[in-house]
Nanobody
Framework: QVQLVESGGGLVQAGGSLRLSCAASGSIFNRDVMGWYRQAPGKQRDLVASITSGGSTNYADSVKGRFTISRDDAKNTMYLQMNSLKPEDKAGYYC?????????WGQGTQVTVSS
């Protein structure tokens, strides 16, 4: 069993920054890909960024150059540094971990960007 807890969301003005964290606990051996997803009201949950255990990253086109995903396996924590935030970045942000071929999700943290 793996538990994921996100934090760091909040209200920020357009152009501002936030840093999200995803703390993992439980049976976290052999974690493979971890990622951040977001979901706006009435829309599907989409991938924002992902990172493999080897450190390879992948970003949605809409956040390239503005967001940076990272992980600190010693702290069992994944991060999402979000800069130059736009109103369209407003959403619930969720972290996901693939562990032993099973996807675990956190409960999400809300990001609101005011124009």
């Amino acid at each position: 069993q793996v538990q994921l807890v996100e934090s760091g969301g909040g209200l920020v003005q357009a152009g501002g920054s936030l840093r999200l964290s995803c703390a993992a606990s439980g049976s976290i051996f052999n974690r493979d890909v971890m990622g951040w997803y977001r979901q706006a009201p009435g829309k599907q949950r989409d991938l924002v960024a992902s990172i493999t255990s080897g450190g390879s990253t992948n970003y949605a086109d809409s956040v390239k150059g503005r967001f940076t995903i990272s992980r600190d396996d010693a702290k069992n924590t994944m991060y999402l540094q979000m800069n130059s935030l736009k109103p369209e970045d407003k959403a619930g942000y969720y972290c996901k971990a693939l562990v032993n071929a099973y996807n675990y999700w956190g409960q999400g943290t809300q990001v609101t960007v005011s124009s």
